[in-house]
């Protein structure tokens, strides 16, 4: 049973850079087929996909936030990491890392439990 | 993008009694190379994170109660619940799979009535 977990800031100052990593347990992240992604979601708002790595380094990016954002991947620790740059109010959400099925924006079937950043002064 | 819209926003139903969400996405999701709808179905429920429910728009995930079904194809789809049970109370989103950058619906809130 693959889990994913979260961790870092959970508050994050305007124009700084959000940081977060993201461990994988109870698989391999270099699993053939294995994407790893990051979505988040405002308070009390619906889903968004930010992006996503395979664990060769390919990278797979929402447009919308493409300029901002780095997903790296570090096999030897099972991680992958997220960097969203400049951040204002609107970034304020739960971020939650996952896996994807099949391909960079297939079907998520494992879901971390989640971590709140607030971005606030 | 491709857009998905969700009807209704929220929904009441009686326990036992069904439950129909519908999803629409502004092009067809289906795949001409295998037949299949690239589109898939989440329950989310306070405090957690969204769990798989139904993928390829009619196929059930593993351990997934089967009153849960999916339908439809092309641009217009449906998550039925047959029998509403106290479990099912959640937040569900149909997300498209068929193009970068994947996209959710707004969500359908399900309450007991």
């Known amino acids: 049973q693959v889990q994913l977990q979260e961790s870092g800031p959970g508050l994050v100052k305007p124009s700084e850079t959000l940081s977060l990593i993201c461990t994988v347990s109870g698989g391999s992240i270099s699993s053939i087929g294995s994407y790893w ?13 930010v992006g996503s790595i395979y664990y060769s380094g390919s990278t797979y990016y929402n447009p919308s936030l493409k300029s901002r954002v780095t997903i790296s991947v570090d096999t030897s620790k099972n991680q992958f990491s997220l960097k969203l740059s400049y951040v204002t109010a609107a970034d304020t959400a739960v971020y939650y890392c996952a896996r994807h099925v099949g391909y960079n924006y297939g079907r998520i079937d494992y879901w971390g439990q989640g971590t709140l950043v607030t971005v606030s002064s | 993008d491709i857009v998905m819209t969700q009807s209704p926003d929220s929904l009441a139903v009686s326990l036992g009694e069904r439950a129909t969400i ?71 989103y149909c997300q498209q799979c068929y193009s970068s950058p994947p996209t959710f619906g707004q969500g359908t809130k399900l309450e007991i009535k």
């Open chain 1, 37 to 49: 992604g990051w979505i988040r979601q405002p308070p009390g708002k619906g889903l968004e996909w």
């Open chain 2, 22 to 92: 519908n999803c629409k996405s502004s092009q067809s999701v289906l795949y001409s190379s295998n037949n299949k709808n690239s589109l898939a179905w989440y329950q989310q429920k306070p405090g957690q994170p969204p769990k798989l429910l139904i993928y390829w728009a009619s196929t059930r995930e593993s351990g997934v109660p089967d009153r849960f079904s999916g339908s439809g194809s092309g641009t217009d789809f449906t998550l039925t619940i047959s029998s509403l049970q106290a479990e099912d109370v959640a937040v569900y």
